[in-house]
């Protein structure tokens, strides 16, 4: 991932550590650059429009276009840029209220959310809780199917009573958990192809039902600007809390990782790496914008 950004930005930084001295005229053409090459990766035109107005009212400062070797420390203003941009430090998932927790899994069909789920569930269980799954899409039966076996793979109860309103299956779904001894309550809701009224409109009405749900957004990181789109909407609609973003290694451009925070204002707790249902990260800024720059880490 971000291979090819990585490559625009490790050229412009080599070019500007060539000239040794940089002059004003330097560094904006330095930041134009810098500009094209995060548009070419699919970051979101007002989120690029932000960044660079950030970096261009620090870099032509005196203190850095006088300094001794000032193109090392625009990439170090970079890095600080998108330290920031990622969400500065790394987030917790916060498990509110009294047990049974609710976490609720929203996002479009194909996201990945069915297979997050149980990547989520997994983690719940080495962090020593008792997780249950919940099957709320009643409009694909292959979907309820799906969690069932990766329920399966994960040794983690699903709970599914087919068909029905799916608002009341998450209920019910809630007063198992409470009934037999589960504390972590994990809904699938129900994705569409689109973002559609209904698909929204129903989604919110699972999470309206809990006191102190934690609502994570699915996104594929593979779709670009089409997430950054689909998280604006729902952040809009319901009370997020947090991203998940999967297909991460997969994704060749990866705007949407340095978009869907800035433009929902949540932050993004976890990143997929992979099938496997161990391949559910916790998301590092600092890792992350290493990572971009070239710097050698890995998240």
Do not use: W
Not at 169 to 182: D, L, N, S, T
């Amino acid at each position: 991932m971000f291979e090819a950004l990585t490559e625009r930005l490790t050229g412009i930084f080599r070019r500007l550590s060539s000239r040794g001295k940089l002059t004003a005229k330097d560094v904006r053409e330095g930041l134009r650059e810098i500009r094209r090459a995060l548009l070419e990766a699919d970051v979101n035109y007002e989120v690029v429009k932000d960044f660079v107005q950030h970096l261009q009212q620090k870099a032509l400062g005196e203190e850095i276009l006088r300094g001794l070797n000032p193109a090392q420390q625009i990439v170090k203003l970079v890095f600080d840029e998108l330290v920031h941009l990622l969400g500065e430090r790394p987030a917790e998932l916060q498990l509110r209220g009294q047990a049974p927790h609710v976490i609720i899994l929203c996002g479009l069909q194909g996201s990945g959310k069915t297979t997050t789920a149980g990547k989520l569930a997994v983690r719940m269980k080495q962090e020593g809780h008792r997780p249950l799954l919940c099957a709320t899409d009643v409009y694909r039966p292959a979907a309820i199917e799906q969690l069932r076996q990766v329920g399966a793979q994960a040794e983690v109860e699903v709970f599914s009573l087919g068909h029905g309103d799916p608002v009341h299956i998450a209920r019910a779904a809630h007063k198992h958990a409470k009934q037999h001894g589960f504390d972590v309550v994990i809904i699938d809701t129900a994705g569409r192809l689109h973002i559609d009224e209904e698909m929204m409109r129903e989604a919110a009405a699972i999470e309206g039902q809990f006191e102190s749900p934690y609502t994570l957004l699915v996104v594929d990181a593979m779709t670009g600007q089409d997430a950054v789109n689909v998280a604006a909407e729902f952040s809009r609609r319901m009370a997020l809390d947090g991203v998940i973003l999967t297909t991460l290694d997969g994704a060749a451009r990866g705007g949407a990782a340095l978009s869907v925070r800035s433009v929902t204002g949540k932050p993004i707790v976890f990143v997929g790496l992979g099938e496997r249902l161990d391949a559910l990260d916790v998301f590092y800024p600092d890792r992350m914008a290493q990572r971009i720059l070239g710097m050698g880490d890995v998240l």
